[in-house]
Each structure stands twice: as C-alpha cells, then as structure tokens.
C-alpha cells in the first residue's frame, strides 16, 4: 500500500490563514507583528530562506526588515546590531540566518538575542525551557514536525520515536518535543552503528541528517510515519530529501515529500512564534 503524503503546503495554508487574521487584529491596536531577518554573507541556500522568510512575513501582513551584511562584518558589530533591534519596539522576534562566517561565533550571537525575541528558540534559556518542559519558543522545523503529527492526529503518546541526526536546530529540541508528547524516543547521530537496527523499530521517524537516501524502504517499519527533514539536491539538480521517497512511500503509512513537505512548515512555525512574541507585548 502507498503512504498517505503530508503535505506542509497545505498544512501550512491553513495555520498561516489563521497567522493572518491575528496579525490583522494585533495591527489594529498599532500592535503589528515584526520580524527582523539578519543575513550575514552570501551563501546562496541561505539568501533563498532568508527571501522565503521574509515574503511570508509581508504575506501575512507583518512588519518584515531583511539586514543583508557583508561576509567580512566583524563580530561586534553583528552584536550591536542585534542589540538595536533588542531594543526596537517595532521588532518582535530577530532571527540570524546560520551557518554566520568562520570568524563570528554563533553561539556567542545567538546569546546575544534577546530570549523573548528569539523567535527560532536557539537561545541558550530557550533550549533550557524546552528540555525542562515550559517551552517559550519551539525551534521552528521540530515544532513544524509535530504539527505534522497532529494534524494526522498521530497519537504520539506511547509511541516509538527515532530521530536520525542530533543537531541543536532540528534533532535534539526535535526529541524533546517528542519526549514531552510521550513517546518513547531514540536519537541516531553520524556514529551509530547500525541505523536500520534502530529505525526498524519506529513508529515516528524523523531524519534531519543532510544525506540523500540514508534511509532506504528496508529501513522503515511497515505503515511507520516518516518526516524527512532534509533539504538536498539529485543528480538531476532536483531537490529531495534524505530518505529514499519512491520506495519508502510503499513501505510507511504516511511520508512527508521534498519539496512540498517539512519546508514550508519551518517558515509556518516561525510566523507562529513571531506572532506569539507579539501577542505577549
Ligand atoms: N539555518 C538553517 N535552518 C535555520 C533555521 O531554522 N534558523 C536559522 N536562523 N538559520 C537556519
């Protein structure tokens, strides 16, 4: 049997109409929802989210500035540009676009956000929130995941959980999320011995690893939900995901396709969080 495709466009339609209409009442108490994108260099996948971002953000009716830097900007000076927007009242959620150059410390800047604004929840306060379970803001692609696995009305309670890849964006706040929904959660990284072993056994697979095809149909339980993360290129130019999409699709119950799928979900949830920032204002 062929899985049931999730499709984040459409999902993303409808949480975004709703982002709209609140966006709309917040503007008509002089309260609308603004985003500030920084841009550090030039690194071309970088420039296409950051542009998606920000079109999102006008679609919905928010305030949206795009800062676009120099590759050669000095540390200090991204930090006092954050700092300015900390303190603009206009501005409810900041976002820095990674990977920053080699020279800037991106932890250091992410600390340098302040948490209410940080509307990707990287925010060193933000992750400590979301692992002891009073979470302010979700990182925005596991929070689009789960979103995925509510609207299938997935019950994630209970549940075997695996997620492949172990990164701050997307893997590790992606098995807290899940941790805190109940299921019982296995994360893989780039070390793991015998991936099948553990993705065999997954109600719930989430593969967030930037490798084209690491996971392959004999690797999925059969009827098993599988959210594919990543973002690559075919040899063809196209882009797809990590997991083997035609032949795992006849395998699971439901999949998530590239394009299509967690992508525009990613840019959903962050319209979400910059909307809650400001209906806390
Ligand atoms: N680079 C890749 N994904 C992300 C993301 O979600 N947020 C930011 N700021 N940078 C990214």
């Known amino acids: ?32 929802p603004g ?13 296409v989210y950051v542009r998606n971002k920000v079109k999102a953000c006008e679609d919905c009716g928010f305030y949206s500035v795009l800062e676009k830097y120099e590759a050669e900007l000095s540390e200090a000076a991204l930090l006092a540009h954050i700092d300015r927007l900390n303190q603009d009242p206009k501005i409810n959620g900041i976002l820095v676009q990674l990977p920053l150059p080699a020279h800037i410390d991106a932890n250091k800047v992410i600390e340098a956000i302040a948490a209410d604004k940080d509307v990707d929840g990287f925010h060193i306060s933000n992750a400590g929130l979301l692992m002891t379970g009073q979470p302010l803001f979700r990182p ?9 696995l509510e609207s299938i009305n997935y019950p994630v309670r209970g549940a075997n959980a695996v997620v492949v890849g172990a990164s701050n964006i997307v893997g590790k706040p992606q098995a807290m999320l899940l941790l805190q929904a109940g299921a019982t959660v296995t994360i893989c990284n780039s070390k793991t011995r015998d991936l099948g072993y553990h993705t065999r056994n997954a109600d719930i ?25 990543g973002m690559n290129r075919d040899d063809e130019g196209k882009l ?24 525009p979900m990613t840019i959903t949830m962050l319209l979400v969080n910059t909307i809650e920032a400001a209906e806390r204002t």
Do not use: W
């Not at 985003?35 to 420039?47: F, H, M, R």
């Not at 797809?240 to 299509?260: H, L, Q, R, S």
């Open 1 to 32: 049997m062929t899985a049931h495709i999730i499709s984040g466009t459409q999902l993303s339609q409808q949480i975004r109409a709703d982002v709209t209409q609140r966006a709309a009442a917040l503007s008509a108490q002089g309260k609308q």
């Open 35 to 47: 985003l500030a994108v920084i841009l550090v260099g030039e690194n071309p996948a970088s420039q």
């Open 140 to 148: 925005c692609t596991p929070y689009g995941v789960m979103k995925m």
């Open 205 to 229: 697979l989430v593969v967030a690893t930037g490798k084209r095809n690491i996971v392959t149909a004999d690797m999925v339980k059969p009827g098993a939900v599988v959210l594919d993360v």
């Open 240 to 263: 797809c995901g990590d997991v083997d999409f035609a032949n795992v699709k006849e395998v699971a119950g439901y999949i998530t396709p590239v394009p299509g799928g967690v992508g």
